[in-house]
């Protein structure tokens, strides 16, 4: 059975820094395909960071040169280093993964809720 878990988010001030960490369990995050969406209320899902399984990143626009994504295969876990928060990057950010090969990301976490005051 797959499992993802997110840890790491809370409230700070705009500038600060957070890390998210997501523990996957049931799957290998190295040979996945690995990604953090986030929600805010009233707004569509969006993708923030992606990490394949070849170790290459994507980010969305609002959060490049700002957010690192990253893995640890010896731990089977995935990060984002979330740097220079803004206002707007407060939602719920949620971790999930996938075999590269398909089109629909399978496995989810709960979800880790960030808020950022300005």
């Known amino acids: 059975q797959v499992q993802l878990v997110e840890s790491g988010g809370g409230s700070v001030q705009a500038g600060g820094s957070l890390r998210l960490s997501c523990a996957a369990s049931g799957m290998t995050v190295s040979r996945s395909c690995m990604a953090w969406f986030r929600q805010a209320p009233g707004k569509e899902r969006e993708a923030v960071a992606n990490?394949?399984?070849?170790?290459?990143?994507t980010y969305a626009n609002s959060v490049k040169g700002r957010f690192t994504i990253s893995k640890d295969n010896a731990k089977n876990t995935l990060y984002l280093q979330m740097n220079s928060l803004k206002p707007e990057d407060t939602a719920m950010y949620y971790c999930?993964?996938?075999?590269?090969?398909?089109?629909?990301?399978?496995?989810w976490g709960q979800g880790t809720q960030v808020t950022v005051s300005s």
């Open positions: 999930a993964g996938k075999w590269c090969a398909v089109r629909q990301y399978t496995a």
């Open positions: 990490i394949d399984n070849a170790g290459g990143t």
